[in-house]
């Protein structure tokens, strides 16, 4: 059984730096990546716009230079959203929309993930009119929804953690406060994001990797599975199944793909362990899976349909990309998944860390 479809955006990913662009890019060209929303968090994060910039960062002007000399100019687009720190200015946003460079701003929580260490509390950005500009310019808000500083015992807890906190009480007064900006609430994992979501206006969505659709915590506990390790955390299975539902679900226009693959060439180390599922090259094959488990039928137009819609359809509609110009085919036959050799060293994708050596879809 085939299924081809339009060729799709990643849109949250990592592609790192140096060395270690290339292959990455490599790896998302394989699975019929058409273009890639880069994640900021690099060293220096990116957090100016233009390269002539009087500010002690990296440039979107220049990432994205980088990435499309190492392969990425294969790609129809590539986004880079500038990462909001203490020094972003609504002057920043403005200058940097009228000129076609600046499209999404990332959020991340103070300290709260891999390379947020230049976060600026959530809050502070409701008084320095950066959303406000951001609202005025038709910037996306591409958002990592947990709240920081948080207690052991609240971060994760069996009533209560740092997304559903997050979505309880911050997003609710974003959304009150600049109803008409864009929101992209990025890699959901609880039952409480997707109703927030669900209950939002056309003007917020969601994307889903595939991990959180696949696995629960206790995938990842039952053995320490550290190689299941990502931020945020998975969760329980009724998070799973929420985020399955909405994901399925054929009037589905708001969850879209984003894997926020993150390759790591040491992924336990001596300070903890490194955040991040690397996906490159089978995440279609693996929503595929999780969508086969959620009961969709595959083998039908309807169930083919759904499944497009949620790789291919919503998140370039959400973003206003353009429409792939070509396809990619998926095909029901066993593909051995393989270590990645890179420059920086070995990366593991996320099946061989949980011993499954290959998996049940290829790209044909």
Avoid at 124 to 144: I, K, P, R, S, T
Avoid at 284 to 311: H, I, S, W
Avoid at 337 to 348: D, K, N, R, Y
């Amino acid at each position: 059984m085939k299924m081809t479809f339009p060729k799709w955006y990643d849109l949250h990913v990592h592609l790192r730096q140096d060395p270690l662009v290339g292959p990455i890019v490599q790896s998302q060209i394989d699975m019929g990546c058409c273009g890639v929303l880069a994640m900021p968090n690099t060293k220096p994060p990116v957090a100016k716009v233009f390269r002539d910039d009087p500010l002690d960062y990296w440039c979107i002007e220049d990432y994205v230079d980088l990435i499309k000399k190492s392969g990425g100019d294969a790609f129809q687009d590539i986004l880079v959203p500038l990462y909001l720190t203490k020094d972003t200015m609504p002057e920043m946003i403005e200058k940097g929309t009228k000129a076609d460079v600046l499209r999404a701003c990332k959020y991340y929580p103070p300290h709260g993930t891999t390379g947020a260490d230049f976060g600026y509390p959530f809050m502070n950005f409701f008084d320095n009119g950066v959303f406000e500009a951001m609202q005025d310019y038709g910037v996306v808000l591409c958002v990592h929804g947990e709240e920081h500083h948080m207690r052991g015992e609240d971060y994760f807890a069996a009533g209560t953690n740092a997304e559903d906190f997050f979505y309880r009480e911050r997003m609710p007064k974003l959304v009150e406060a600049f109803p008409d900006l864009k929101v992209a609430c990025e890699h959901v994992t609880t039952a409480t994001a997707v109703a927030f979501v669900q209950g939002a206006g056309v003007n917020v969505a969601a994307s889903i990797t595939p991990q959180h659709l696949l696995y629960t915590v206790g995938h990842l506990l039952q053995g320490l599975k550290y190689h299941l390790y990502c931020l945020p955390l998975l969760k329980f299975e009724e998070d799973r199944a929420a985020l399955r539902a909405a994901a399925v679900d054929p009037a589905n226009a708001k969850f879209y793909a984003g894997t926020d693959s993150a390759p790591h060439t040491t992924k336990a180390t001596d300070c903890g362990c490194a955040a991040g599922c690397f996906t490159g090259a089978i995440a279609p094959q693996l929503y595929a899976m999780a969508f086969e488990e959620a009961g969709v039928n595959l083998e039908t137009k309807a169930g083919q349909k759904v499944f497009e819609a949620f790789l291919c359809r919503n998140g370039p509609a959400f973003y206003e990309l353009a429409a792939a110009k070509e396809t990619f085919t998926l095909e029901k036959a066993f593909q051995p998944v393989e270590m990645l050799e890179t420059p920086e060293g070995t990366i593991t994708p996320l099946p061989l860390g949980l011993k499954q050596d290959g998996l049940p879809w290829r790209i044909s």
